[in-house]
């Protein structure tokens, strides 16, 4: 499985098969939403449908 990740104003990134989201906030002062999907993968082939995109807020 692969998650793909995004803040509202990106395109979509995918992180294979690392499901912590570490990266920074934008402006460490302020709350940030992300957004995430997953796909099953077998190899390099992404296999079904994609996941409802979940939403989380990150707070400093």
Do not use: T, W
Not at 6 to 32: C, F, K, Q, T, V
Not at 38 to 51: H, K, M, P, Q, T
Request: charged share 30%; with cysteine.
């Amino acid at each position: 499985m692969v998650e793909f990740f995004r803040r509202p104003d990106e395109p979509s990134n995918r992180m294979a098969e690392l499901y912590i989201d570490n990266r920074p906030l934008l402006n460490p002062a302020h709350p940030e939403l992300r957004q995430y999907k997953a796909i099953f993968v077998i190899g390099n082939d992404e296999i079904g449908l994609e996941s409802d995109v979940a939403e989380g807020v990150c707070k400093p």
